[in-house]
């Protein structure tokens, strides 16, 4: 395989992102922090530890941040039986797969959590390999999550494209100096995701693939 599609997971192709909108707002809650569900929103796509700084700043007791993880971890675990895919997800992988292409996930997912988003994609003969957040040292927007993804495929930023639904994917992958494809199904405008590095933008992974031939995918 000569080309690479990479994939975010979270809020790209299964159906999660205000699921840990609101699993994050409770357990800063529960540790005494207000925050609004829309900065929390904003946020997601983070790793833990960039989330937390990013909503509560770097002069924040740090010592609470691995409590405020593992928290957040329980409250979203109690999901992972009913994770929903995304519209056509599975398909669009599928399809891409059958087309030639790699296709890699790139996520600050991992263990257990990272198992019930494949489950729900339900697409694990499509996908080539997996970039989670145990593999690289900095999460995005640093590029380095795409980039190992790149290099699982055994494929140049050129023959790549990149889909994800945040702002800090469309960074991530325009550091990578891969073809940035936003989707609005993460609840991200299309005008920040086109700001952030995108140079195409879809409602969702159905979308994308109703008009496959005519993306960058194609």
Not at 103 to 114: C, I, Q, R
Not at 170 to 190: D, F, K, S, T
Request: aromatic letters at 4%; a negative charge.
């Amino acid at each position: 395989m000569e080309r690479a599609a990479v994939f975010d997971v979270d809020g790209t192709l299964v159906d999660t992102n205000h699921l840990h909108v609101v699993t994050w707002w409770e357990a800063l809650r529960q540790a005494g922090h207000r925050v609004p569900m829309h900065a929390v929103h904003r946020a997601v796509g983070l790793g833990s530890t960039d989330l937390i700084a990013h909503l509560l700043g770097e002069d924040r007791d740090q010592d609470q941040d691995a409590q405020l993880s593992a928290a957040h971890t329980a409250l979203y675990g109690q999901y992972f039986d009913r994770l929903p895919a995304l519209p056509e997800a599975g398909a669009l992988l599928k399809r891409l797969h059958g087309d030639g292409w790699a296709v890699v996930l790139a996520t600050s997912a991992s263990g257990p959590e990272l198992d019930a988003l494949r489950r729900a994609i339900d697409a694990d003969d499509a996908i080539t390999a997996t970039a989670s957040s145990d593999d690289v040292e900095q999460g995005k927007p640093a590029p380095e999550p795409v980039e190992h993804a790149l290099e699982l495929a055994g494929v140049s930023a050129e023959r790549a494209v990149f889909v994800g639904d945040t702002v800090w994917d469309m960074r991530a992958g325009r550091r990578a100096g891969v073809h940035c494809v936003g989707v609005l199904c993460g609840g991200i405008p299309r005008a920040d995701l086109e700001e952030a590095g995108a140079r195409s933008v879809y409602a969702d992974p159905a979308d994308l693939l109703a008009h496959l031939d005519d993306s960058p995918l194609a």
